[in-house]
């Protein structure tokens, strides 16, 4: 990778933490056991689950056995989706899904699966212009036919932080299963999940500084959930599949860091992003912060800007050394605004020029400074490309 | 050593341009890969022949492996606008067009070729078989390619001084079979695909079906007639039937009938026995000079009427900058109007238009 390169796309990902490597890499060769073996291998690999196990459990708040280890955060927001769906099916013949229109695909696309071959009508809950679900609006929607609500933490393209715990307490209120996928929210927002009141929250490590690979699902209690992978029974019965140690371990160890460190990277964080945004809307003629200007993921600023295309906007900053993200472009080349930026209610000629800058635990005033003397001139090539 | 300069070169995913991008690497360049996203008709995506995402895939697969930098250009609304609905219009005015042609001028050494320049690039390349020469200071010529088999000068007439001076075509020097060993040789990951000469919009599907479906006007029947006048069936109309087409014509009759010529003004189409189809002589107009100058005096030249027809010799007389009269020293059965007469002399591409009907 050219040294000269400035990432600021952690949102798509991180690297991982050293720290977090050097817990994992004994279990790959020295540690190899089976959790599931009764011999001594065996016994040394479930100490290892079952203390990252206790580990999450104290990051989340909620206990160990309330902790079920997945393959990642989409893993856990399917598990979590179609799990509870069809067992509250099964149970009280409940076959309303309510999600919000900003959801991850993970959540989106297996709700929409839901309601085309399995029968569950899917209902979209309204949001404001700013991307966030505003508590006393879906409480009209909350009937004893939903089986589950999902509604995200924080939007991974606007940033926008939705106010769980309210809506937690609504949903307990009406004793219905409440889901959030707090996948980007996970790095920075506090994930206790008793003060959450939620019933069901998604994680993925690599988004705060873990392997990619691995992400756990907060089951709460009480709360059923039919597995979507079945197997030899482990994670409760939840998730079969051997475990995964080194990663689990990983997770948690990454967890336990970032939980650690949060108000420190926070600190150093929300003062860089705040001067970004400041410079590139005083900067920028033609330019809007996307979601909520302070309701919003510390490190994540998203803009929009009139008469650009997304993904010429990422060629050139990526030809200039600038590792960005928009939620319009697209890999293939066939760029569309994206369904959370439609739910802005923002015009197409605005919401095809879309751009997201993630900054990380390493990101350094001059990188930015670096970025922001360079971002006006890209952005006006950008336009003269569309003419 | 310093870099050859930066160069953007359009990839498909096929052998052609990725040998070509390998050589450019090998040849010093700073290479920066693109692929155009063009037009297909909406759930058609895995048919369309050059930018499917199987294809895609593979031209990343090929940058990666090559370590350039890869974008997708999104073009599919320039491309439907300027390539596929001209492609409908001039068939809907009966002439048969070549939107290899309309793509060229206005997507690759348009569009594309542009935005190659303002990411600062000195250069495009492209895969095609042909070769770019310099002659003298600021003047370039197009030459056929190496490999005569395949030749590709034929859609490239269209460019100009200005476009020449920053194309390459590494392929311009090797055949084909050399390609393929060159793909080898690099390890490159393209699979081979058929070499199918359909439109890439069109899919696997019929043209004639895809007009049905774009243009309410196509279908629309009239009369057959021989040279003599006399109606011998009806057609479906003009657009779905080409000048030399035999098959398809559907005429009980006892000796075989070919396409003579389409009447649109009339909407009638004239066929007849093979004696009497063809013609000595064209109209070419939106004529290219490549050289920038328009001959003063007629002169004689090689002539290609269709991608893949033999050349012939003939006598070319321009009437205007942009028009010429070209005369053959025999009858050629396939002049078919909207395609394009390019001319030779030798290794050169001279330049070439676009034959009118009648």
């Known amino acids: 990778m050219n040294s000269s390169k400035i990432y600021l796309d952690y949102a798509a990902t991180t690297p991982v933490d050293p720290r977090v490597l050097d817990q994992m890499l004994p279990y790959f060769n020295h540690i190899f056991g089976n959790s599931s073996s009764i011999h001594s291998y065996g016994q040394q690999a479930e100490a290892a689950l079952e203390n990252a196990r206790e580990q999450v459990a104290h990051g989340m708040n909620c206990l160990p056995g309330e902790v079920i280890f997945t393959s ?70 909350l009937t004893s036919d939903v089986a589950i609500v999902s509604i995200i933490y924080a ?55 873990g392997p990619k690979g691995i992400g756990a699902l907060y089951v709460r209690k009480g709360i059923s959930i039919i597995p979507n992978q079945t197997g ?43 001067y970004l945004v400041g410079r590139i809307l005083e900067e920028i003629p033609d330019s809007q912060l996307t979601g909520h200007p302070q309701q919003r993921l510390p490190n994540h600023a998203s803009f929009v800007f009139r008469g650009v295309n997304g993904n010429t906007l990422l060629m050139l900053l990526d030809m200039a050394g600038f590792a960005c993200s928009s939620g319009s472009a697209c890999k293939t080349g066939s760029p569309e605004p994206s369904d959370v930026l439609l739910a802005l209610g923002l015009e197409r000629d605005w919401a095809m020029g879309s751009l997201r800058i993630t900054l990380g635990t390493g990101t350094t005033p001059a990188e930015i400074d670096h970025f922001l003397n360079q971002l006006p001139q890209i952005i006006a090539e950008a336009r003269k490309m569309e003419r | 050593m310093t870099s050859p300069g930066h160069v953007v070169v359009a990839m498909s995913g096929g052998v052609d341009s990725s040998v070509a991008a390998a050589l450019l690497v090998q040849q010093g360049f700073q290479v920066t890969g693109m692929m155009l996203r063009l037009w297909n008709e909406p759930g058609s995506e895995a048919e ?90 600021g003047s370039w010529q197009l030459l056929r390619a190496i490999d005569h088999q395949k030749d590709q000068s034929y859609v490239l007439h269209v460019l100009q001084q200005d476009q020449l001076a920053q194309s390459i075509f590494p392929l311009g020097e090797y055949t084909k079979s050399q390609v393929r060993q060159l793909a080898h040789q690099f390890n490159l990951p393209v699979a081979e695909r058929s070499e199918s000469q359909d439109l890439c919009f069109l899919g696997n599907d019929d043209y004639r079906n895809f007009l049905t479906r774009h243009s309410e006007n196509i279908q629309n029947p009239g009369p057959i007639l021989d040279r003599s006048g006399k109606k011998i069936g009806e057609h479906q109309g003009l657009a779905f039937y080409t000048i030399g087409q035999r098959k398809g014509i559907r005429l009980a009759s006892p000796i075989p009938l070919y396409v003579l010529d389409k009447d649109s003004t009339r909407n009638t189409l004239i066929v007849g026995p093979l004696e009497e189809l063809g013609k000595d002589e064209l109209i070419a107009s939106e004529v290219n000079w490549i050289s920038g100058k328009c ?34 020293r025999s009858k050629l059965r396939d002049i078919t109007p909207g395609q394009a007469a390019v001319f030779y002399t030798d290794q050169v591409c001279l330049g070439g238009g676009i034959i009118q009907p009648d």
């Not at chain 1, 409940?94 to 309601?115: D, F, G, K, M, W």
């Not at chain 1, 996928?181 to 490590?205: H, P, W």
């Not at chain 2, 290609?304 to 010429?324: C, N, W």
């Open chain 1, 155 to 209: 939007n991974n393209e606007i940033g926008t932080i939705n106010p769980i715990a309210e809506i937690g307490a609504l949903c307990r209120e009406h004793g219905i299963i409440f889901h959030t996928d707090a996948v980007q929210a996970a790095a920075y927002l506090s994930i206790d999940t008793d003060q959450l009141k939620v019933d069901l929250l998604s994680i993925g490590a690599h988004k705060f500084y």
């Open chain 2, 295 to 328: 001959p003063e005096h007629p002169f004689e030249a090689n002539i290609k009427i269709r991608y893949k027809a033999q050349e012939v010799t003939g006598s070319i007389t321009p009437l205007s900058d942009q028009k010429v009269h070209i005369k053959f």
């Open chain 1, 72 to 141: 990642c955060g989409s893993e856990s927001d399917n598990l979590a989706l179609r799990g509870a769906a069809l067992a509250a099916r099964k149970l009280r013949g409940a076959n309303t899904i309510l999600i919000s229109p900003v959801e991850h695909h993970a959540v989106s696309h297996t709700a929409r699966q839901l309601a085309d071959l399995f029968g569950f009508t899917c209902i979209s809950l309204p949001v404001n212009q700013l991307g966030a679900v505003e508590p006393e609006k879906i409480i009209p929607y």
């Open chain 2, 48 to 137: 369309n022949r050059c930018c499917t995402p199987d294809a895609m895939q593979m031209a990343r697969r090929v940058a990666g492996k090559l370590g350039i930098p890869f974008y997708t250009i999104d073009a599919q609304e320039i491309f439907k606008q300027t390539v596929v609905d001209t492609f409908v219009n001039e068939y809907a005015r009966t002439v048969t067009p070549n939107p290899c042609l309309v793509c060229n001028r206005h997507i690759r050494w348009g569009f594309l070729f542009q935005r190659a320049l303002a990411i600062g690039a000195n250069f495009m390349a492209t895969g095609h078989y042909a070769r770019v020469q310099q002659v003298g200071q």
């Open chain 1, 232 to 274: 030899g029974g482990q994670e409760f019965g939840l998730r079969s599949g051997t475990h995964n140690i080194p990663y689990i371990v990983g997770l948690a160890e990454a967890l336990n860091i970032a939980q650690a460190e949060r108000v420190a990277r926070v600190e150093h964080l929300l003062p860089l992003r705040n």
